[in-house]
T-cell receptor, first 113, second 115 residues
Framework: QKEVEQDPGPLSVPEGAIVSLNCTYS??????FMWYRQYSRKGPELLMY????GNKEDGRFTAQVDKSSKYISLFIRDSQPSDSATYLC?????????????FGQGTILTVHP | GAVVSQHPSWVICKSGTSVKIECRSL??????MFWYRQFPKQSLMLMAT?????????EQGVEKDKFLINHASLTLSTLTVTSAHPEDSSFYIC???????????FGQGTRLTVV
């Protein structure tokens, strides 16, 4: 079983739709979770990170962690064509090793006008 | 925001030759950097952890003699793919730990094609 599992999609939605991206993880000791966005042939950029269960909101993005079910989600409201990218969930090793990441497979999202 | 510069952005080399990829943190010092590899339509896989002034730590299955890592300064880590073969063709991405901001920042990646 992979440490972090993510449905690769692809996912195609119309502009303005609410997008839901999901990952599951296997190790309940994981504490830090991140969502990255990666445009084609570019390095990933951090969208949000969460530490504990619950919701975290930043503009149109909401990250959610449910530790009881080992489930993490990213919601995008009012999706835009510029949101078209690959979205990667990740967990890190904790402590000062926040850059040592295990990624999910990534979900390819296309938002069409 | 913090910037991590990776160079070159793409490179084509002949089979059997070596290629060096540089990763620089431009506005912060990074005692730790990470090297990832990403094959088409797959996720990023951690190859190694690069520590300034000491030997790199490689993930299981990554050949340390093939992927040489040097982290000689607080702002520069290099990855050298030695005796490259077509199966080494991939997208290589570095990230650098910024301890002040408690965040890792990624470079723009290097697309390596071995012919």
């Amino acid at each position: 079983q992979k440490e972090v599992e993510q449905d690769p999609g692809p996912l195609s939605v119309p502009e303005g739709a609410i997008v839901s991206l999901n990952c599951t993880y296997s190790n309940s000791a994981f504490q830090y979770f991140m969502w990255y966005r990666q445009y084609s042939r570019k390095g990933p950029e951090l969208l949000m990170y969460t530490y504990s269960s619950g919701n975290k909101e930043d503009g149109r993005f909401t990250a959610q962690v449910d530790k009881s079910s080992k489930y993490i989600s990213l919601f995008i409201r009012d999706s835009q064509p510029s949101d078209s990218a690959t979205y990667l969930c990740a967990r890190n090793a904790g402590g000062t090793s926040y850059g040592k990441l295990t990624f999910g497979q990534g979900t390819i999202l296309t938002v069409h006008p | 925001g913090a910037v991590v510069s990776q160079h070159p952005s793409w490179v084509i080399c002949k089979s059997g030759t070596s290629v060096k990829i540089e990763c620089r943190s431009l506005d912060f010092q990074a005692t730790t950097m990470f090297w990832y590899r990403q094959f088409p339509k797959q996720s990023l896989m951690l190859m190694a952890t690069s520590n300034e002034g000491s030997k790199a730590t490689y993930e299981q299955g990554v050949e340390k003699d093939k992927f040489l890592i040097n982290h000689a300064s607080l702002t520069l880590s290099t990855l050298t793919v030695t005796s490259a073969h077509p199966e080494d063709s991939s997208f290589y991405i570095c990230s650098a730990n910024d301890r002040v901001r408690a965040e890792a920042f990624f470079g723009q990646g290097t697309r390596l094609t071995v012919v």
